[in-house]
């Protein structure tokens, strides 16, 4: 199976993600390895790799972030990595339509949306009313409501 290296410095959270590769290698899947999370032993040296963070392997149709190179010997390696969900469903993810969490426009902002970075627009007014005594006494019994 054919394994490309390479380097990328773009953010984990961003979707598309410059890479150069610089290194194509052919390598065996260890046993007992998954495809989200694969284990790859490699013909090669351990400063072929040293200063690759990315990898893309074509038979799973996916894109890695290098988690771990250890150098078995002195020409063969194992490489452990994570998929880049991101990546490797871009054209997925751009397809979808969905609710935004925050106005792109400044000033414009929902209040009424849960946002981590906007003070949320929270008026909290609590009205306590004593009830009628139709409930039984030896039972705990409460009426809520809210409105807006």
């Known amino acids: 199976m054919n394994i490309s290296f390479g380097v990328t410095r773009s953010e984990k959270r961003q979707l598309d993600k410059s890479v150069s590769y610089s290194v ?9 390895t998954n495809v989200v999370n694969p284990t790859i032993v490699i013909e090669a040296n351990v400063s072929t790799l040293a200063g690759c963070n990315y ?4 038979a799973f149709h996916r ?7 250890r150098a078995l010997s002195d020409d ?23 609710i935004v969490a925050r106005s792109a426009t400044q000033g414009n902002w929902n209040l ?23 409930f039984p006494k030896n039972q705990f019994s409460m009426i809520l409501i809210t409105t807006g």
Not at 24 to 32: A, F, H, I, P
Not at 63 to 69: A, N, R
Not at 112 to 134: C, E, P, R, T
């Open 24 to 32: 194509s290698l052919s390598g065996t899947l260890r046993n007992e």
């Open 63 to 69: 894109q890695y972030f290098i988690t771990d190179i």
């Open 55 to 58: 990898m893309s392997i074509p």
């Open 112 to 134: 009424l949306m849960n946002d981590n970075q906007i003070k949320l627009n929270n008026k909290k007014k609590i009205i306590v009313k004593k009830g009628f005594n139709a």
């Open 76 to 98: 063969l390696c194992e490489v452990s990595g994570h998929c880049d969900v991101l990546s490797t469903y871009a054209s997925d993810i751009r397809g979808n339509t969905a």
